[in-house]
């Protein structure tokens, strides 16, 4: 199976930051990845496909980039509704994988 | 609107069975393959099991193989995943997603576009 490394598992900012999240793949899964914001209580949401496709009707504050093994989500311009837990998963191969998660706080 | 919305959660001995539901609406149900994905407590987001748009194939985590099973009714806008032989780390939050197929670039790869609210299963004697 295709582990998923997010780091750091926890961050913090304020409004109007800018702030980044990393993703490692365990192999190379070309830019097969997404992005996802999750909050308590709510359905995950689609941010990122293809490693740096955005979804519609997400803000373009949200961006990815990355290739291979390494990539990158980074938020400009943090606002309030953006603090929340961000999720990366490779859709490479089954089984389908995410990253433990980051938790974006507010400082 | 796409709408996914799951049921069938509740509390279940270990051993025992549960059936989930997700019913969508919104969109063209049969065109598009579907997911399960859990969250235990304090967790985070694990992909249980996948069915083909026509029902054709099916893929799943190894530690549910054998005892989860992915359907659906295409007739009824409806996927299933019925869970025998409950353990107690099988207690989650569980979601059914949309697969969105994005073609670039070559092959075909797919991402959950559209999630439902979740179910709770607690698996307690």
């Given at each position: 199976?295709?582990?998923?490394?997010q780091?750091?598992?926890?961050?913090?900012?304020?409004v109007?930051?800018?702030?980044?999240?990393?993703?490692?793949?365990?192999?190379?899964?070309?830019?097969?990845l997404?992005?996802?914001?999750?909050?308590p209580?709510?359905?995950?949401?689609?941010?990122?496909?293809?490693?740096?496709?955005?979804?519609?009707?997400?803000?373009?504050?949200?961006?990815?980039s990355?290739?291979?093994?390494?990539?990158?989500?980074?938020?400009?311009n943090?606002?309030?509704?953006?603090?929340?837990?961000?999720?990366?998963?490779?859709?490479?191969?089954?089984p389908?994988?995410?990253g433990?998660?980051?938790?974006?706080?507010s400082? | 609107?796409?709408?996914l919305?799951?049921s069938?959660?509740?509390?279940?001995?270990?051993?025992?069975?549960?059936?989930?539901s997700?019913?969508?609406?919104?969109?063209?149900?049969?065109?598009?393959?579907?997911?399960?994905?859990r969250?235990?407590?304090?967790?985070?987001?694990?992909?249980?099991?996948?069915?083909?748009?026509?029902?054709?194939?099916?893929?799943?985590l190894?530690?549910?193989?054998?005892?989860?099973?992915?359907?659906?009714?295409?007739?009824?806008?409806?996927?299933?995943?019925?869970?025998?032989s409950?353990r107690a780390?099988?207690?989650?939050v569980?979601?059914?997603?949309?697969?969105?197929?994005v073609?670039?670039?070559?092959?075909?790869?797919?991402?959950?576009?559209?999630?439902?609210?979740?179910?709770l299963?607690?698996?307690?004697s």
């Amino acid at each position: 199976d295709i582990q998923m490394t997010q780091s750091p598992s926890s961050v913090s900012g304020s409004v109007g930051d800018r702030v980044t999240i990393t993703c490692r793949a365990s192999l190379a899964i070309s830019s097969w990845l997404a992005w996802y914001q999750h909050k308590p209580g709510k359905a995950p949401r689609l941010l990122i496909f293809a490693a740096s496709s955005l979804q519609s009707g997400v803000p373009s504050r949200f961006s990815g980039s990355g290739y291979g093994t390494d990539f990158t989500l980074t938020i400009t311009n943090l606002q309030p509704e953006d603090f929340a837990t961000y999720y990366c998963q490779q859709a490479h191969s089954f089984p389908y994988t995410f990253g433990q998660g980051t938790k974006l706080e507010s400082k | 609107e796409v709408q996914l919305v799951e049921s069938g959660g509740g509390l279940v001995q270990p051993g025992g069975s549960l059936r989930l539901s997700c019913a969508a609406s919104g969109f063209a149900f049969l065109t598009y393959s579907m997911s399960w994905v859990r969250q235990a407590p304090g967790g985070g987001l694990e992909w249980l099991a996948n069915i083909k748009l026509d029902g054709s194939g099916t893929s799943y985590l190894d530690s549910v193989k054998g005892r989860f099973t992915i359907s659906r009714d295409n007739a009824m806008n409806s996927l299933y995943l019925q869970m025998n032989s409950l353990r107690a780390d099988d207690t989650a939050v569980y979601y059914c997603a949309r697969e969105r197929p994005v073609t670039t670039p070559f092959p075909t790869r797919y991402y959950f576009d559209y999630w439902g609210q979740g179910t709770l299963v607690t698996v307690s004697s």
